[in-house]
């Protein structure tokens, strides 16, 4: 597989905390929307595949399998958002809200 994150792949994504991971992975998706916002779907896409590339990280982290029904389900929920009919009706403001619980939650316990 060719990653766009391939240091994080080599193994270093393994070392962030379950909290640390979904608040990069909540980076990745703010690009997203902002680049989307923006009107620059290139740009989105390629911060919509970095999400999906860090949540398959994540699911491949063996320290998360207690929490892979949330983990797949989010990259299930977020591929009907970005790239499919959104049938969940999911909004920008849902994820941000979502990925900022990890985020805050890292920043507390860091």
């Known amino acids: 597989m060719n990653y766009q994150h391939k240091e994080l792949a080599s193994g270093r994504w393994n070392n962030f905390s ?4 979904m608040a990069n992975v909540g980076s990745e998706v ?7 916002k923006r009107g620059n779907m290139k740009n989105s896409q ?12 994540t699911i ?3 320290k998360n399998t207690k929490r892979l029904k949330e983990i797949v389900r989010t990259r299930e929920v977020l591929a009907d958002y970005f790239a499919f009919d959104n049938k969940y009706k999911s909004t920008d403001e849902n ?5 900022l619980a990890f985020n805050y939650a890292a920043r507390i316990n860091a």
């Open 18 to 21: 379950f909290l640390e991971q």
């Open 30 to 36: 703010e690009r997203a929307i902002n680049w989307r």
């Open 46 to 57: 390629s911060a919509f595949d970095r999400t999906l590339e860090l949540l398959d990280l």
């Open 60 to 62: 491949a982290d063996n």
């Open 95 to 99: 994820w941000q809200n979502y990925f």
